[in-house]
């Protein structure tokens, strides 16, 4: 397998995987969202974590994780994308912490593993 196909399997798999965390935590903490001053389509669903925030850090830094040269601006988009949420109004800032840290370290937890099962004489290698 290329290893440009092997990034994106990755990528694609921690923001799978935070999607997944995203849902189970939204369904287990029913935290409502902040109403006062929501910028455009009124957002529905709990707010803790914040999912955008989660698959954001889960995803860049995945890939930040493969080419760390880019790290820099990827952790900067992810950090945009997560404040937009502050600005729209639709999540507390707590929400958005959370789901930052969260997302990193699903990243990092996913790409520890692929790393240990890759090594010589380990299972499944």
Same mark, same amino acid.
């Given at each position: 397998?290329? /290893? ?12 799978? =995987? ?12 029913? /935290?409502? /969202? ?37 790290? =820099? ?11 937009? /949420? ?10 958005? =912490?959370?789901?930052?840290a969260a997302g990193a370290a699903i990243a990092l937890l996913l790409r520890a593993a692929g790393r240990r099962r890759s090594r010589p004489g380990s299972q499944g290698?």
């Amino acid at each position: 397998m290329s /290893r440009r196909v092997r990034v994106v399997l990755h990528v694609v798999l921690a923001v799978g =995987v935070a999607e997944l965390a995203v849902i189970a935590l939204h369904a287990s903490i029913p /935290r409502h /969202r902040p109403f006062e001053h929501q910028l455009g389509r009124h957002e529905h669903g709990h707010s803790f974590p914040s999912g955008h925030a989660m698959t954001a850090f889960a995803g860049a830094t995945m890939l930040a994780s493969f080419v760390p040269r880019y790290r =820099v601006p990827l952790l900067a988009l992810a950090a945009l994308i997560a404040l937009s /949420r502050l600005y729209n109004g639709v999540h507390y800032p707590t929400d958005v =912490v959370a789901g930052a840290a969260a997302g990193a370290a699903i990243a990092l937890l996913l790409r520890a593993a692929g790393r240990r099962r890759s090594r010589p004489g380990s299972q499944g290698g």
